[in-house]
């Protein structure tokens, strides 16, 4: 992981968008969600560092159902081929927050 840079976190989330997608999102302590199958319509980073998180889906059988996902205090991200990971650490450098965007399912 390296630490967030919000341009390009941007430019990168647009290979994902308007095709089906999985979403990781996990909040500790708490709880997560896992394999969420959708469509990446947008993302929008907000601050300057910890940095907040929006990320804009619809349903990918209709088109037309819409859903928001934010996620505060991120700090770190990791970009490849099909995906993204933000993640937030604690000040005991745990994981606090993550959402995970990929074009594949995620192992269960």
Do not use: C
Request: proline share 5%.
């Amino acid at each position: 992981m390296e630490p967030l840079q919000p341009d390009v976190v941007r430019r990168h989330a647009i290979l994902l968008m308007e095709r089906e997608a999985y979403v990781h999102f996990e909040v500790n302590p708490g709880g997560y969600w896992r394999n969420g199958k959708t469509v990446l319509k947008a993302v929008h980073v907000k601050g300057d560092g910890p940095y907040r998180a929006f990320f804009q889906f619809v349903s990918h059988s209709s088109g037309s159902e819409q859903g928001l996902i934010q996620v505060n205090d991120l700090t770190h991200m990791e970009l490849g081929d099909g995906y993204l990971i933000l993640t937030g650490y604690d000040d005991k450098g745990r994981i606090a927050q993550t959402i995970e965007v990929s074009l594949s399912p995620f192992a269960v």
